[in-house]
């Protein structure tokens, strides 16, 4: 039941990898990312600070520097449109 007293007409279950294994699919879309903005490719260590990091924390990290609401959603959907 939802706090206004309704019932949900539905769920989602996150099962990246839980129940599938995503990551290397999502480490290609990081890599072309990368190559697309003129980033330096993922080292093992680079891997680390990425996977399984909310896209918000990962993108700072990528470029070196904080990035505006604006910016961060670009580039967030443009690296889930490479995913």
């Not at 080292?43 to 070196?64: A, C, I, M, Q, S």
């Amino acid at each position: 039941m939802l706090r206004d007293g309704r019932r949900p007409r539905g769920v989602v279950f996150d099962l990246d990898g839980t129940l599938t294994d995503n990551v290397g699919l999502h480490m290609q879309a990081f890599e072309r990312f990368c190559a697309r903005h003129g980033l330096p490719p993922l080292t093992p260590e680079g891997r680390t600070h990425v996977g399984g990091k909310r896209n918000r924390d990962v993108f700072p990290y990528l470029f070196g520097r904080e990035l505006g609401r604006e910016e961060l959603r670009a580039v967030i959907d443009e690296k889930e449109s490479l995913y």
